[in-house]
């Protein structure tokens, strides 16, 4: 749970707590590979944690995407406290699928007609009713993607974008800095020479030293193939 974020946690806790017996039925299904649904009323969201309905309105691309992750997760708390005589399989592929009957979304603004549907919809969660006038073939979706950086080994988790017809934007750049720090002079014994030691640094540890500058800094040691014992690789999880 320490990796996922922290959105996921109240969502979780609110399916555990509410949604209990949905989960249990999913835990206790034979196929582990079938994507099973979890049926959440917008409206009891809205009563539990009020500011956390407005997130996942606001914001559903996101937060959705959460709910999911929360989903799996609270079906793994409610696995674990099967009884024994109750034998269930882990699934992975759980969705949370909202239901905005007796909720405030059942308002025009959000509740429109097709024909009313316009931009200052866009990015919200909408509900639309209509009659299927044509239906496609099933074919594959690519829901995420992992990428990872050759030279660092930082892995990017990357979504497709429905609004470019599921393509997938590389990442432009990695978050990742090599600099060299060597021993201070001071330091050292008359006539030896100081050594030096290449570091990586990460995400919000970009760009923050300069060259000349000194750092006072935690480090992770890391062993990568093509690094002499003299020239060790190591990243930067602290700097002061």
């Known amino acids: ?8 946690k109240p969502l979780a806790a609110f399916l555990v707590r509410r949604h209990s017996d949905q989960l249990r039925s999913i835990s206790l299904s034979p196929d ?23 997130l996942v309105f606001s914001q559903p ?3 959705l995407r959460f709910f ?9 708390v409610i696995l674990g406290d099967l009884k024994g005589s109750e034998i269930g399989m882990k699934k992975e592929f759980i969705h949370v699928r909202i239901d905005i009957c007796g909720s405030p979304l059942e308002c025009a603004d959000t509740f429109p007609r097709i024909g009313c549907v316009r931009v200052k919809h866009r990015g919200v969660l909408l509900t639309l009713k209509g009659t299927v006038i044509r239906s496609g073939a099933i074919k594959m979706y690519e829901g995420e993607r992992w990428y990872s950086c050759q030279k660092c080994r930082h892995s990017f988790l990357v979504y497709p ?4 017809r599921n393509s997938i934007q590389l990442p432009s750049y990695c978050p990742s800095q090599e600099i060299k720090i060597q021993e201070s002079t001071h330091v ?5 020479i100081p050594r030096s030691i290449l570091v990586v640094l990460k995400d919000d540890l970009v760009d923050i030293v300069k060259a000349g500058g000194s750092t006072f800094s935690a480090f992770q040691v890391f062993s990568f193939l093509g690094f002499t014992s003299t020239s060790l690789l190591i990243s930067l999880v602290s700097s002061q």
Do not use: C, I, N
């Open 188 to 192: 050292l014994g008359v006539g030896a």
């Open 68 to 76: 999911d992750q929360a989903a799996v997760w609270a079906h793994k």
């Open 61 to 63: 691309a996101e937060y």
């Open 1 to 8: 749970m320490a990796d996922l974020p922290a959105a996921v």
């Open 161 to 164: 974008e429905l609004e470019t």
């Open 32 to 54: 582990s590979k079938l994507h099973y649904p979890l049926y959440v009323d917008f409206a009891e969201l809205m009563e539990d944690d009020p500011p956390l309905a407005r």
